[in-house]
């Protein structure tokens, strides 16, 4: 049996539950450090990376994170949640004095596509996700700006584009939601990776 984490303060929770659940895990909602025992991997979801660093660091929740994370819990951070994993971030003034997870060796850029507005699909070819084209949604999402020589690229826009899936090790982050589509294949994935 499989237990995962998903970090449920704030943002697109239920859709990645629901979608773990359906790939046969268990899934447990954290709020607060008492809940990291005995996981196999962990979810950051998107939708603020500043409310939900703010909500997290009321309760020490990231400083324990990152030392799960530095002792090899998997971890999969999907747009606000690659925020969260970044080493470096640009455009994040409003998450300085908070902890954050980390240990991505990228810079991601806030907002880089533009506000609400500019939100958008596209379909991605992803290394590692077999088959059609990676329905992807993006909202107010960051780009990988750059990555160090550790860090895999999986996925960008287009031949060119920005960088928007990567992995390193046991921690895979997004720039888009693959939990807001029907599409389980990079769930999938982090799940093979947590059974590792
Ligand atoms: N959809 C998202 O997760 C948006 C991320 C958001 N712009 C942030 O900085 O955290």
């Given at each position: 049996?499989?237990t995962?984490?998903?970090?449920?303060?704030?943002?697109?929770?239920?859709?990645?539950?629901?979608m773990?659940?359906?790939?046969?895990?268990?899934?447990?909602?954290?709020?607060?450090?008492d809940?990291?025992?005995?996981?196999?991997?962990l979810?950051?979801?998107?939708?603020?990376?500043?409310?939900?660093?703010?909500?997290?660091?009321?309760?020490?929740?990231?400083?324990?994170?990152?030392?799960?994370?530095?002792?090899?819990l998997?971890?999969?951070?999907?747009?606000a949640?690659?925020?969260?994993l970044?080493?470096?971030?640009?455009?994040?003034?409003?998450?300085?004095?908070?902890?954050?997870?980390?240990?991505l060796?990228?810079?991601?850029?806030?907002?880089?596509?533009?506000?609400?507005?500019?939100?958008?699909?596209?379909?991605?070819?992803?290394q590692?996700?077999?088959?059609?084209a990676?329905?992807?949604?993006?909202?107010?999402?960051?780009?990988?700006?750059?990555?160090?020589?550790?860090?895999?690229?999986?996925?960008?826009?287009?031949?060119?584009?920005p960088?928007?899936?990567?992995?390193?090790?046991?921690?895979?982050?997004?720039?888009?939601?693959?939990?807001?589509?029907?599409?389980?294949?990079?769930?999938?994935?982090?799940?093979?990776?947590?059974?590792?």
């Amino acid at each position: 049996m499989t237990t995962i984490g998903v970090v449920a303060l704030q943002g697109a929770v239920s859709e990645h539950v629901a979608m773990l659940t359906g790939l046969g895990a268990t899934v447990r909602q954290i709020r607060t450090p008492d809940g990291l025992d005995g996981l196999d991997g962990l979810v950051l979801p998107g939708g603020e990376s500043t409310a939900m660093a703010r909500a997290a660091a009321k309760v020490g929740l990231f400083e324990q994170v990152r030392e799960r994370r530095e002792s090899g819990l998997p971890i999969f951070g999907t747009c606000a949640g690659l925020i969260l994993l970044a080493e470096r971030v640009e455009d994040g003034e409003a998450l300085a004095g908070f902890a954050t997870v980390g240990g991505l060796d990228i810079t991601a850029r806030r907002n880089a596509f533009g506000g609400q507005l500019a939100s958008f699909r596209a379909g991605l070819d992803v290394q590692g996700v077999e088959g059609p084209a990676f329905p992807a949604v993006f909202i107010r999402a960051p780009q990988v700006v750059a990555v160090e020589a550790s860090v895999q690229v999986l996925a960008r826009t287009s031949a060119d584009g920005p960088i928007v899936a990567v992995r390193q090790g046991g921690l895979l982050a997004t720039s888009f939601h693959p939990e807001l589509t029907a599409d389980d294949r990079l769930h999938r994935l982090f799940l093979s990776i947590c059974r590792g």
